[in-house]
């Protein structure tokens, strides 16, 4: 099994759902989140008084998929995220030693399986 996690823009944050649906992913977890890469922020203009905002509004979506479904998507994802503008995110993929269902006790596979 594999943890994927991607860092997008908020606005790309449909698209990528509907994108992780087609690939079969059957939950996930989003979480709002504030950072920055190489777009290190930006300047804005509020009430005639100009100021940088640093940390900048991005999303984080995590699901733990079994490995045959991992590269569809993240290709899916890449896609669905992709603007071709600084700032589009990025999509890390890490391992998971196991996973347990609270609810009925399944592990592993059957824990994130439908």
């Not at 922020?41 to 640093?54: F, Q």
């Not at 009925?104 to 399986?113: I, Q």
Request: hydrophobic letters at 45%.
């Amino acid at each position: 099994m594999k943890l994927v996690m991607a860092i997008i823009k908020p606005s790309r944050l449909d698209a990528v759902l509907d994108a992780a649906s087609e690939a079969g992913v059957s939950g996930l977890t989003v979480t709002e989140v504030r950072g920055y890469g190489r777009q290190k922020g930006k300047t804005e203009v509020y009430r005639g008084a100009e100021y940088e905002v640093k940390l900048l509004p991005k999303v984080k979506i995590e699901a733990v998929v079994n490995d045959d479904a991992v590269e569809r998507l993240v290709e899916l994802i890449s896609t669905a995220a992709n603007t071709s503008k600084i700032g589009d995110g990025k999509v890390f993929v890490l391992d998971v030693e196991s996973a347990l269902r609270i609810r009925t006790g399944e592990k592993d596979a059957a824990a994130v399986e439908g």
